[in-house]
């Protein structure tokens, strides 16, 4: 029997003929740190706004939410209007932006011939590629003129009887930086729907047409509802993107620091805020205000994109039953 | 009988409604880089890409500090942040159930979701408010930081992707772990890497609001990182907000050297993923 027992040298260190165990420990070390380094970053990133904004978190606390002035020479800052604006205009952009890109990730999923699916998913995507601040450009010098002259003064005149469609019409405004977010969150909302509809099995779809459903019927009662909370996942994760745009929102939305119930007027938000007097703040409150925004603003869009993933993550994992019926 | 009518009626009114959105949605696009072309290429000469910007009132001058600014930190932001997340995900995909990368992956996610003014703010008082001046790396570092997700997610997928017995064969054939990595499991998914890579400098390239905060913009040609740097993004904010008729027409001659910089990475990304590999053939 101890004939048969391997020499000790290979028990030890079995023999490798291209690279070395050394080789792997070293490996392993590096990989580690670059997958420790990334959490690490972000918990800097937390802290760094939390100092920068310090200053003014002990001033204003929880208030700076609730107060409406923003008046760098005077010192005195309140985020209010500026939330308001942020909400505001990822609510309606997503208004438009929904209904739009679900009807074409259903159009493409279920209905489109086949040949035309993968040019429809290439231009949608070709969208999410454009930069910002070309949207920015486009809107302030075509979107704007063609609101103003055209889609405005029909909205006044037809819906005039709501708040939101009265007073005078000025270019850049609240409605105008709608437009464009829901342009630039479309191709978000549209695809990651996309993914969610293919993952529907066939036999959902199948069956409900046995049963003499209509092809848009099964859609409704089959596709749609075991689909559903994947595509509300796919609505936050958009509006998440919404709430963190800043470039064309800046540039579209007039920058007024102000809450108007009409919809025609300008108005700010809490990301446009920070592009445009960040770097021309003079005073460390000045300063520490913006960062304060900036770390509303990251939690807000960490609670809204962690309540997506989980939605998402719920509908990939399987399906969790026909709710009954 | 009539219902049913009525309900293949309701069924191709929808279609219809979804074929007009199909219409809306894609007509931006076109909307766009005809706007683009339309307006932007008049302005297109060799001066343009060879001379910088000249004081306001002045005509001609060009936009090469832009160009050659936005290379720079673009350049800078792909050497951090590239093997910063390649190795991340390589770590996540190697050991998948360590706490280490659920925790990672998690992060990551929350990193993606960060948005990129709030990645300025970070670098403006990480690098900024202590070097006291705006600086070309410092927007490096703020792109470098949304670039990492980015690469990190798509090297972990493609990474999976590899089937286990390329990697068996490897360690049977007496490979290392680290040479099994790195030579076999790596290379294979090396395409989809590199295209995931082109993808996030592509989107990274057109990023404006943390070059706001960081990298802040010059009228000057600059080869140094260390000082403020103009970048394209830049350029075409600041001429669209100015207050000139012959800024506007320099910021649509810049959008569309922007623009065709991003598209032309992204289409080329997306043509290398074309060819999808097929292990079992």
Request: with cysteine; hydrophobic share 55%; proline share 5%.
């Amino acid at each position: 029997m101890a004939t048969t027992s391997l020499p000790e040298s290979a028990q030890a260190a079995p023999v490798t003929l291209h690279g070395s165990r050394a080789g792997d420990r070293l490996f392993k070390i590096v990989l580690t740190l670059a997958a420790i380094a990334i959490p690490l970053l972000m918990g800097f990133l937390v802290s760094e706004l939390y100092t920068g904004a310090h200053l003014a978190i002990s001033r204003y606390g929880v208030r700076f939410v609730a107060g409406s002035t923003w008046d760098p020479v005077a010192e005195e800052f309140g985020a209010f209007p500026l939330v308001i604006g942020t909400l505001l205009s990822s609510f309606i952009a997503l208004l438009i932006a929904v209904p739009l890109s679900l009807g074409v990730a259903i159009y493409i999923t279920e209905f489109s011939p086949k040949f035309i699916r993968q040019p429809i998913a290439f231009v949608i995507e070709l969208l999410a590629a454009i930069p910002s601040v070309v949207y920015g450009l486009w809107g302030i010098f075509v979107l704007i003129p063609i609101l103003r002259k055209a889609v405005f003064p029909f909205l006044r005149s037809v819906l005039g009887f709501l708040p939101l469609f009265q007073g005078p019409i000025y270019g850049p405004s609240m409605l105008s930086a709608s437009i464009i977010l829901a342009i630039m969150v479309m191709p978000f909302i549209m695809s990651v729907a996309r993914e969610v509809l293919l993952a529907v099995p066939g036999s959902q779809r199948e069956a409900a047409l046995a049963l003499g459903a209509t092809r848009w019927e099964a859609v409704m009662s089959a596709i749609l509802p075991y689909a559903r909370s994947g595509i509300i996942g796919a609505i936050i994760l958009g509006l998440g993107r919404a709430l963190g745009e800043t470039m064309a929102v800046t540039m579209l939305i007039g920058n007024r620091n102000e809450i108007s119930a009409s919809l025609f007027a300008p108005g700010y938000t809490m990301a446009a805020v920070i592009a445009n007097e960040f770097s021309e703040a003079a005073t460390d409150m000045h300063f520490s205000a913006l960062a304060y925004v900036a770390f509303l603003l990251f939690l807000v869009t960490v609670l809204v994109n962690a309540a997506a993933r989980l939605l998402i993550w719920r509908v990939s994992r399987g399906p969790t039953g026909g709710k009954g019926r | 009988m009539n219902r049913r009518v009525l309900r293949r009626w309701v069924s191709n009114f929808m279609v219809g409604l979804m074929v007009v959105a199909v219409i809306i949605a894609v007509l931006p696009l076109l909307f766009i880089l005809l706007n683009l072309v339309i307006k932007g290429a008049g302005s297109l000469s060799l001066g343009f890409f060879t001379r910088v910007p000249v004081p306001a009132g002045e005509t001609g001058g060009g936009v090469a500090n832009a160009i050659v600014g936005t290379l720079l930190i673009v350049g800078a932001a792909s050497l951090i942040g590239v093997p910063l997340g390649v190795a991340a995900g390589i770590y996540c995909a190697e050991y998948p159930g360590s706490r280490l990368a659920t925790v990672t992956r998690f992060v990551a996610d929350v990193m993606n979701g960060t948005p990129s003014i709030v990645v300025g703010v970070f670098a403006w008082t990480l690098i900024v408010a202590r070097q006291k001046h705006f600086s070309g790396l410092a927007g490096s570092c703020a792109l470098a930081m949304l670039m990492i997700p980015m690469v990190m997610r798509t090297t972990e997928e493609l990474i999976k992707l590899v089937p286990n017995s390329l990697r068996e064969a490897a360690l049977a054939l007496g490979y290392a772990r680290w040479r099994t990595s790195l030579g076999i499991v790596l290379r294979t998914a090396l395409p989809g890497i590199v295209t995931g890579s082109l993808l996030s400098v592509a989107r990274v390239a057109g990023e404006t609001a943390p070059l706001l905060l960081t990298a802040l913009g010059s009228q000057y040609f600059s080869l140094n990182l260390n000082q403020p740097m103009a970048a394209l993004p830049l350029t075409v904010f600041q001429y669209a907000i100015g207050p000139y008729e012959e800024w506007h027409r320099f910021a649509w001659a810049a959008a569309l050297v922007l623009i065709l910089v991003v598209l032309t990475l992204s289409v080329l990304a997306r043509l290398a993923t074309r060819r999808r590999f097929t292990f079992n053939d």
